[in-house]
């Protein structure tokens, strides 16, 4: 392993250290080696230069480590690292589709983000990109593998669906009804996202924060207000983090719940979804009461934690009564179970080898959860063992039912242990921001550990923001799993994984 002992110290728990291309490789190796993964790659464009940044995270404890890589602008080349982490692959693609850094050796180098209308030598997230060009086809089409044989033939489905979600297209290859092969075509609506903070104060960038994806307000408020508090050194009063971890577990709650009631729709049980539309409703006006807004937005921001009230404890009682009847209606019933059994499995091998987050994650065994690994909350997040790990659609339906239990419980935990009036909490102290200063923030969202990495300009507005959804790291998890599953099991399949578009699609 490295020695980070000479490494320059940046934000909480942070060392920083800048190499050269060169060295990347091996660095890379020896944190891969000694338990880190790869949570962010960042391209920065520094004008006089290009950049490439790469944080790898540890948990147990909370361990994080940043390489700078300086490129030249007239030729930033970097070597892959996709052959030791799939993720990396991912991230070198979009890095070079946005910035125009070239990923040497990428044994997959074709297109992830760019649109096949932008033109050749167009990379949008430069300070000079300009605006954004006209609809052309210089690129062509997507190159989709094609699978060809004895009865194989292709069901297209997308990108434009009939329901209110975001485009996706999903091009399966099938024979009867097995599916072969499924590729997941995103990006339709790439909007820039990142780039839209910049030259945005801190307390402007939240509101574009908490709308990253819709059903995710908490997850990305709290990681980007993390960040900006990392770098302007802000400490955050003991109980201003229990109310964040309450409202986390709120916007929790009410997605999971939403999750059991649409997996049993998927499979002709509507009247468990309605059962499960009528306790996200009551979570919902409890989300109004506690924030002022159903989806909880507007209640943390950097330096700052706001809410009306703390949940009624009773109203939580009654609603773990009744997703434990809903749970247990449908695990009960043969046909919902037999549909959920062995469907769409993934396995630990390859949840690990795809580096898969959150829900999906613990459904195939893999032990990953920032509320332990990157904990911010006073005292200690306990993994619980859950009792369907087989990497299926039930036990992706089992976790979610079990982390609504744990959250009911933090959150009746947490509150017992608020030592003052929670409807105003925020920072205690804060020191001057330096030029360049950065922040990072990591955060266990519902679908997963979302990752916010900032930078400050002198002035203090941000300079950049990038944002890793656990959604990027799990799209390509799903197609593994509808391997040699029917083509009409993958609406279920999908929603088992339920993953944003949004976030993805930034």
Known sequence: MTDHSTEKSCGQRRNSRTISPDELPGHATDLFADG??????????????LRAV???LAGAPDRRVELHVPLDRNRPHVPSLAAASFPAGRFEREMRDLFGILPENHPLPRRLVRHFHWPQGWFPMLADAGD????GEPDGAYPFRTVEGPGVYEIPVGPVHAGMIE??????SVVGETILNLKARLWFVHKGLEKLFTGLTPEQGTELAERVSGDTTIGHALAFSQAVEDARNHVITPDAHRIRAILLELERLYNHVTDLGALCNDVGHGILNNHALRIRETLLRLNDQVTGDRLLRGAIGPGRTRIHQLPDTGVLHR???????????????TVVRDRFTGTATLTLEQATDLGVLGPVARASGRTIDARHDHPFLPGTFIHTPHAHTDGDVLSRFCIRAE???AALQLIVTTI???DTPPTQTGSTSATPTAPGASGVGIVEGWRGTIVHRIELAGDGTLSRVKIVDPSFLNWPALPVAMTNTIVPDFPLANKS???SYAGNDL
């Open 403 to 405: 982390e609504i239990r």
């Open 497 to 499: 994984f339920n993953l």
């Open 416 to 418: 017992s242990h608020l």
């Open 54 to 56: 790469y944080l790898f």
């Open 36 to 49: 880190y993964r790869l949570g962010l790659v960042a391209g920065h464009d520094d004008t006089d230069r």
């Open 132 to 135: 954004p060009p006209e609809f």
């Open 319 to 333: 609603i773990g009564t009744g997703v434990d009847e809903l749970a247990s209606l449908a695990l009960n019933h």
């Open 167 to 172: 485009p996706g297209h999903f091009r399966f």
